[in-house]
T-cell receptor, first 113, second 110 residues
Framework: NAGVTQTPKFRVLKTGQSMTLLCAQDMNHEYMYWYRQDPGMGLRLIHYSVGEGTTAKGEVPDGYNVSRLKKQNFLLGLESAAPSQTSVYFC????????????FGPGTRLTVL | GQNIDQPTEMTATEGAIVQINCTYQTSGFNGLFWYQQHAGEAPTFLSYNVLDGLEEKGRFSSFLSRSKGYSYLLLKELQMKDSASYLCAVPMDSNYQLIWGAGTKLIIKP
C-alpha cells in the first residue's frame, strides 16, 4: 500500500517553462488537494477536487491549473513558471470531506530560476 | 474571518513536558486537527478533536475548548525525535478545505 505518491521529487525550471506534477493515491479517496508550503508560512491550498472530473480553486490558484481525469490521480500544471512559484508542493487525499484526515505525499521541491 | 495562531518556535529539554497552544477563529466549528511535520518531510496526522476535553494517545495528548477557541498539544517524556513542526488546522465552514496555522517549530535539547 503506497498511500500518496508524487512525481517528481525535485525539479529545477527556468522562468517561463512549463511542467506537470503528478499525484497518485491508492486509497480510493474521493478528495484530493494540492498545497504549497513556503518558509514561515502555513500550508496554502492551491486547488482541490471532491471527486473524479471535478476541480475547485483554493486560496492561491493563480498561475496553476489542475485536472482529475481519474479518481486516483490529481495533476498540477504550471503553464509559465515564475520565481515566485519556487516552493515545496504537497499533494494530499482524504476519504470524505470536511472532517476527514488528510494523507500527504512526500512533496515536490521546485526551484524556478 | 477565519484565522489560526500558534507560537512560531519553542524549545524544550529531552525528558520534559511541553505544551503547544493553538487559538482559532471560525464562524462555525467542525473539529481541530494536529499534524506533525519533520524537517524535509510531509505532515502526518496526530489527532482530531471535535468535543471539549483532553484526548490522550500515549505520550501525546490534545485538548480542546470550543467556547474559548483554544486547543493545545501536550507532549510528555520528550525525545529527540519529537523535534519537528506541529501544525494546527481547522476545517473551513462551508467547503472541504482546512485552514492551517503556520506551525510551531519544536526544538528538543539534550
Amino acid at each position: 500500500n503506497a498511500g500518496v505518491t508524487q512525481t517528481p521529487k525535485f525539479r529545477v525550471l527556468k522562468t517561463g517553462q512549463s511542467m506537470t506534477l503528478l499525484c497518485a493515491q491508492d486509497m480510493n479517496h474521493e478528495y484530493m488537494y494540492w498545497y504549497r508550503q513556503d518558509p514561515g508560512m502555513g500550508l496554502r491550498l492551491i486547488h482541490y477536487s471532491v471527486g473524479e472530473g471535478t476541480t475547485a480553486k483554493g486560496e492561491v490558484p493563480d498561475g496553476y491549473n489542475v485536472s482529475r481525469l481519474k479518481k486516483q490521480n490529481f495533476l498540477l500544471g504550471l503553464e509559465s513558471a515564475a520565481p515566485s512559484q519556487t516552493s515545496v508542493y504537497f499533494c494530499a487525499s482524504a476519504g470524505t470531506g470536511l472532517a476527514d484526515t488528510q494523507y500527504f505525499g512526500p512533496g515536490t521541491r521546485l526551484t524556478v530560476l | 474571518g477565519q484565522n489560526i495562531d500558534q507560537p512560531t518556535e519553542m524549545t524544550a529539554t529531552e525528558g520534559a513536558i511541553v505544551q503547544i497552544n493553538c487559538t482559532y477563529q471560525t464562524s462555525g466549528f467542525n473539529g481541530l486537527f494536529w499534524y506533525q511535520q519533520h524537517a524535509g518531510e510531509a505532515p502526518t496526522f496526530l489527532s482530531y478533536n471535535v468535543l471539549d476535553g483532553l484526548e490522550e494517545k500515549g505520550r501525546f495528548s490534545s485538548f480542546l475548548s470550543r467556547s474559548k477557541g483554544y486547543s493545545y498539544l501536550l507532549l510528555k517524556e520528550l525525545q529527540m525525535k519529537d523535534s519537528a513542526s506541529y501544525l494546527c488546522a481547522v476545517p473551513m465552514d462551508s467547503n472541504y478545505q482546512l485552514i492551517w496555522g503556520a506551525g510551531t517549530k519544536l526544538i528538543i535539547k539534550p
